[in-house]
Each structure stands twice: as structure tokens, then as C-alpha cells.
């Protein structure tokens, strides 16, 4: 048994015990939010070997061997307490030492994880009998396995009351502190664990308490702890993910050191769903949503049912633009289990994402009605009030947000980007520079920079924009389709080709930018290698793309290939006989070939296609309200 305080006399114990009970009981219990992680939900292999420890005593080994065989016999089971007296055994001992020999069974109940048995036999000792007998940890966590945790919480408070040294008393009772999100008091036992353990167990404590500290915001105070938890346990890969992420919510320390620390956290524990997760969440807070593509995509596929990865994944691919593939997430994630705080972000997500459709006043309401401290709702309530067109109140609700918080700067983009397709370019880019001198890493944050600026006509600012979103995301076809277009605009057709080209290399025969490479031929000059280009495209489709088809035919006239073109242009009209563009060319072809009958033909039937256009409105007809006012 381990050692007593001699202040701890059987009376006092009598007085402590009630009056911590009567603590415990009273307290309140804050329940743990579903965005804060829980540290630890079961019973350690280490806790679980010091129960198999406390049950091992002095009683002599024939007690022992006919208490285990009690403990055995199938007949008792459920084994209670009346159950346990009525045995030969107990009856006949002496009634001094009863209360010896039902600790020892209550140990051996909860060694083997019986948990309501173990509760029945302890249950009716005295808290100072259990002291004294040594099993009033394993009360406890018989409590903590049977999932009465207000119950074993009071226990742990009354055992490490008497028992001021015993580390893992502390231990659980911090961590059951935590998961009711008790985090000030389980930060006081954590430490006090910290302070009474020299062993290896030390690094766990230190983990701990850095857990408790980091959902207090004490960011700094939690990278101390997990620094010094690493020291005890240096391959940990949860501690050095842990520390990882304190250090990002800190917002003190460079974006590659944090990378680094993730890094070693995944070659330590490979294939972790957490560190994948928190890694990946890292890149969204600073607007990196491509980068955190594949990480949440092999988050989820770890941890498929995990509520809070599909969440942070769905999240993501909105913010990446990729709405179709977030309404399939958002889709699974109805069927998957979650609490009530879980149901409203749901609710959010379907209806700004486009999966409920439009968006209501009262989903806004009830996602926006208590944010206060949940970082996941307020960026909810921030989408959602952009969805039903308050920007004003988007922006009150985006300033609300911790400046560290892993939804800030996605939240900012959100504005930005409703500012920019609702017109207000030039205050889209102000907010981006905000965004660009905090993180000048982001792609997205640099693309939507570019097209404020076009907008703008800065066409020289909005190339070194386009060209940092780019030289960032290499890979992306958008980017690179836009900057081509940019670079045309500017009849910089050489600069444009270079970076189709470029893109070709890193993904060959991709349709979409053959496409724009053949118009940058025809647009500089150099037709013959336009209609070279498409009609490689024209090979790689099994049916002709009628875009394609139509600026084939526009190129071969140009080339003065008119049968060839004649012959493309009624393949086209086959599948799109009112395409006027197409019958026009043919026209031209026509000619050229000496088919005047032929054509007039034609201009008679694009005659019947395009009717007479309408006579103007008077301005008594008008319905411009603003043009008609005087």
C-alpha cells in the first residue's frame, strides 16, 4: 500500500471523505465542447497495472487462492457485496478481517474489469476502510469504467486526499477534470502530478497538463509543457503534435518550424489520423487549401466517422472552391454520429455549401445565437451571413475571432472573395493585402489579388500577382488558364505559350489547355500550328467537343483549308444545326469554293435563325426606372 500522510488518522479521514464528497457532487460539471480534444476516454495499460499492484498483498496465499476462487465461481456472478458475505469464507472470518478481505476482492473485481461487480463489494466498505485497505483507487476507477463519472470523480478527490503521493491518482482524476471541461482545477492536479513524479510517467503528466493548458489559450505556458514532455518522452508522435500546435496557435512562431514539428510527429506515428488532421488545419488557417488537400483526404480516410475531420475537410474544399466535392463529404456526414453543438455546424455546412438550397434566414439565426468562444461556429455564422448577403454582420461576426485562431484569415478570404463577385474589386484587394503581408504563401489569396487587379485595368500588378499564384500552386489549371488569358489581353502571346507549355509538361494532353494554347496561336499569327494543336485534340476525343470543332473550322478558314473546313463545320452542324457561327464560316467556305447557290442557301437559312430584332423602347415603354426619372 502506498504511503499515508500521518495526518490522515481514521476520524480526519471520516471528515474528509464527506466533506469532498459533498464537493465533488456539488460541483458544477461544464461539459466538454466537441471542439476541444478529449485527452484521454479509457483506462491505460499503466493505470491498469497499478490496480493489479494494489491488489497484491499481505493476506496469506490460501486466503488469497479461496478469495480468487470466489471471484471465479460462476454461480455468484454478478458478484455483490450481500453475495460476497454470504459465502462460508466470509461468514466464518473474523469480523476484523471482513473489511481486509472485501478490498481484496473489490481489487480483483476491478483487475478484471468488472466493474459493477467491484462497485456493489467496495460500495459498502467505508471511504477510511478502502484507505486503509488500499483500494480506493481501484474504486475509483471502477466509477471511471462504468462510466459514472461524477462518482469517480468524488473518489479520486477522496483518494489522493489520502494518498498526496500517488501519481496516477492524479493522473485520472486531471484527466476526468478535463474531459468535463474542468480545465483550471485539472491543470492544478496535473501539475501537482508534475511535481510529485521523477519517473518516465513524468512526460505523460507534462502532456497532460499541456492538453488542459491549450484549451485554457495558455499557448504559451502549453508549449513549455509539452517541450519538457518531450525530453521525458521523445518519441511520442501525439506530444510532438501537440506541440506542433500550440506553437501555430501561438502565432509566434514561423510557419517552418511548425511544419518541421509536424513532420516529426507523422514519422513518428505514421498514418495518424490527429496529426494529419491538425497538420492539415494548420494549412487552412493560413490559406494554404490546396496544400491541405491530400492531408485531409487521408485524415478521413483514417478516421471515416470522425465528425470533426469531415467538418475541417468539408470546410477546406469550400474555401479551395471545390463545392461539388464538399457537398459529397458534407452528404456522408449525416449519417455519422454527433452531439447536438455537431448537429447546428451540420445544418450550417448543408446550406452554405449548396446541398440545402437557399439558404435560410433561420439556420443563420441559429448557427449565429451563442458563438461566443466555439471558433468553428462563428466561422459558420460568418458563411452563412455572406450566403444571405449581411456583410455587414459577416464582417462584426469575422472580427470576433481570435487573431490565432485556425479560422481568421479563411474567414477574411471569405469576405474578400464575397467583396470581389459582388463588384467591390478595389475593396476585395485592400482586405487580400491584409491577408498577403500576414501570409504570403497562399495561392488563392494571390488569384483573387490578380482579378481585383484585372478588374482594375493594373494589368502589370495583376501579372505579378497571377505569376505568385502560380509560381506557388504550379499544378493549377485555373491559375494558368487565367494568367494565359491575362498575358493575351496584354498581347504578351509568347509569354502565354511558355505557360501553357509549362503546364502541358507537368499534366500532358489536358483538353482545356490545348484548347487555350490553339487560341494563343491563332492569336498571335501562327494558324497552322493553331489547327495542328486541335486537331491533336480532335484524336484524343471520341466525339468531336462542338467548341472545338467550331474553332477548328474558324482556323482552317483562316488558313484557306476551305473544303476541309466545310467538311468539319457539317459535321458540327449534324449535332448543332442553329449554330449560326458555324453556318457563317460555311458560308465563307463556300465562296471560296464557288458554290454561290450553295451559299445564298446558307444565308437564307441563318436569315430564319436570327428573326428581325426588336425596335428600341420608347421612353414611355422603358423599364429603366433609373434612365426613365427625371
Not at 501525439?238 to 500550440?246: K, L, M
Amino acid at each position: 500500500m502506498h504511503e499515508q500522510s500521518p495526518f490522515f488518522s481514521a476520524p480526519a479521514l471520516s471528515i474528509l471523505a464527506l466533506a469532498l464528497a459533498g464537493i465533488a457532487f456539488a460541483a458544477e460539471l461544464v461539459v466538454r465542447t466537441d471542439d476541444q480534444t478529449g485527452i484521454v476516454r479509457t483506462i491505460s495499460s499503466d493505470d491498469q497495472l497499478e490496480i493489479e499492484q494494489l491488489v497484491e498483498s499481505d493476506l496469506a496465499e490460501d486466503f488469497q487462492a479461496d478469495l480468487i476462487e470466489i471471484v471465479q465461481d460462476t454461480s455468484l456472478t454478478p458478484l455483490t457485496s450481500d453475495k460476497l458475505r454470504s459465502t462460508l469464507f466470509l461468514r466464518t472470518a473474523d469480523a476484523s478481517e471482513r473489511p481486509k478481505f472485501e478490498a481484496y476482492v473489490g481489487g480483483l473485481l476491478a483487475k478484471r474489469k468488472r466493474h459493477e461487480e467491484a462497485l456493489s463489494v467496495l460500495s459498502a466498505l467505508s471511504p477510511e476502510q478502502r484507505i486503509e485497505h488500499g483500494s480506493s483507487f481501484a474504486y475509483a476507477q471502477s466509477f471511471r469504467g462504468a462510466g459514472k463519472i461524477e462518482a469517480a470523480i468524488d473518489a479520486y478527490a477522496i483518494h489522493i486526499a489520502a494518498n498526496p503521493n500517488h501519481n496516477p491518482g492524479y493522473v485520472n482524476y486531471g484527466i476526468l477534470l478535463a474531459e468535463t471541461g474542468q480545465h483550471e482545477e485539472a491543470v492544478r492536479v496535473f501539475q501537482r502530478s508534475v511535481d510529485i513524479t521523477s519517473s518516465s510517467r513524468k512526460g505523460k503528466s507534462l502532456s497532460l497538463l499541456g492538453q488542459s493548458q491549450m484549451v485554457l489559450g495558455a499557448y504559451v505556458d502549453a508549449i513549455d509543457s509539452f517541450d519538457k514532455s518531450i525530453q521525458f518522452r521523445p518519441n511520442s508522435g501525439p506530444t510532438w503534435r501537440r506541440f506542433a500546435t500550440a506553437k501555430a496557435r501561438a502565432g509566434t512562431y514561423t510557419p517552418e518550424e511548425i511544419e518541421a514539428d509536424y513532420q516529426r510527429a507523422l514519422a513518428l506515428a505514421p498514418d495518424s489520423a490527429p496529426t494529419m488532421h491538425e497538420w492539415a488545419e494548420f494549412n487552412f488557417s493560413y490559406g494554404r487549401f490546396e496544400t491541405a488537400l491530400p492531408m485531409f483526404r487521408a485524415a478521413s480516410e483514417e478516421a471515416s466517422t470522425d465528425f470533426d475531420v469531415l467538418f475541417s475537410r468539408s470546410v477546406n474544399l469550400l474555401a479551395s472552391e471545390r463545392p461539388r466535392a464538399a457537398r459529397q463529404i458534407i452528404r456522408r456526414m449525416a449519417n455519422v454520429e454527433m452531439s447536438a453543438e455537431q448537429e447546428v455546424l451540420l445544418y450550417a455546412l448543408q446550406e452554405a455549401s449548396g446541398v440545402i438550397r437557399p439558404p435560410t434566414i433561420e439556420t443563420r439565426d441559429a448557427t449565429c445565437a451563442d458563438v461566443e468562444g466555439n471558433e468553428r461556429q462563428t466561422y459558420m455564422c460568418v458563411l452563412l451571413n455572406l450566403a444571405t448577403d449581411e456583410m455587414a454582420e459577416a464582417v462584426r461576426v469575422a472580427e470576433s475571432l481570435p487573431l490565432t485562431s485556425t479560422y481568421t484569415q479563411p474567414a477574411a478570404f471569405a469576405l474578400a472573395r464575397y467583396e470581389y463577385r459582388q463588384g467591390s474589386a478595389e475593396t476585395a484587394s485592400e482586405r487580400l493585402d491584409v491577408l498577403l503581408t500576414k501570409n504570403p504563401q497562399s495561392p488563392l489569396f494571390w488569384l483573387y489579388k490578380a482579378r481585383a487587379l484585372a478588374t482594375a485595368d493594373a494589368n502589370e500588378e495583376s501579372l505579378i500577382a497571377f505569376q505568385s499564384s502560380l509560381a506557388l500552386n504550379p499544378e493549377s489549371r485555373k491559375t494558368t488558364l487565367e494568367l494565359s488569358e491575362h498575358l493575351s489581353k496584354m498581347e504578351a502571346f509568347g509569354e502565354a505559350e511558355q505557360v501553357l507549355n509549362a503546364y502541358s509538361d507537368l499534366k500532358p494532353n489536358d483538353a482545356t489547355v490545348l484548347m487555350a494554347l490553339a487560341r494563343i496561336y491563332e492569336a498571335s499569327g501562327d494558324p497552322e500550328k493553331a489547327e495542328e494543336t486541335l486537331l491533336q485534340l480532335m484524336t484524343m476525343s471520341e466525339e468531336g467537343d462542338a467548341a472545338l470543332i467550331q474553332q477548328l473550322v474558324a482556323v482552317q478558314v483562316s488558313l484557306e483549308k476551305y473544303a476541309d473546313a466545310l467538311e468539319n463545320a457539317d459535321n458540327l452542324l449534324e449535332q448543332d444545326p442553329a449554330n449560326v457561327a458555324v453556318r457563317e464560316l460555311r458560308v465563307i467556305a463556300l465562296v471560296e469554293l464557288g458554290e454561290e447557290d450553295e451559299a445564298q442557301a446558307e444565308r437564307d437559312r441563318i436569315a430564319r435563325l436570327q428573326p428581325e430584332e426588336e425596335p428600341a423602347a420608347t421612353e414611355a415603354t422603358s423599364t429603366d426606372f433609373a434612365e426613365a426619372a427625371p
